[in-house]
């Protein structure tokens, strides 16, 4: 489960993060953290919309190769 202090990063750098749901890149979704909560985060993917993920994804920087974990 990524941390309370990296979720805080994430928000206030406005950096761009992938979370990675499974094995299939398609899949990933790439956005900014908007808010968080115990068991869910908010991400706002480019389109404007939210999409509310499990904390127990792995979280990477979108400008990172795929596959280095943060948490």
């Known amino acids: 489960m ?3 202090e990296q979720l805080d990063q994430f928000r ?9 749901r499974d094995e299939m890149e398609v ?3 790439i956005g900014i953290v908007v808010a968080w909560d115990e068991s869910t ?3 706002r993917r480019h ?10 994804y792995r979280f ?3 400008s990172s190769e795929r596959g ?4």
């Open 60 to 62: 990477e920087l979108a």
């Open 41 to 43: 985060v908010v991400i």
């Open 12 to 20: 206030v750098s406005g950096d761009r993060i992938r979370v990675v």
């Open 47 to 56: 389109n404007r919309r939210v999409v509310k993920l499990s904390r127990d």
């Open 2 to 4: 990524i941390s309370e």
């Open 27 to 29: 899949n990933d979704v």
């Open 68 to 71: 280095t974990t943060l948490q």
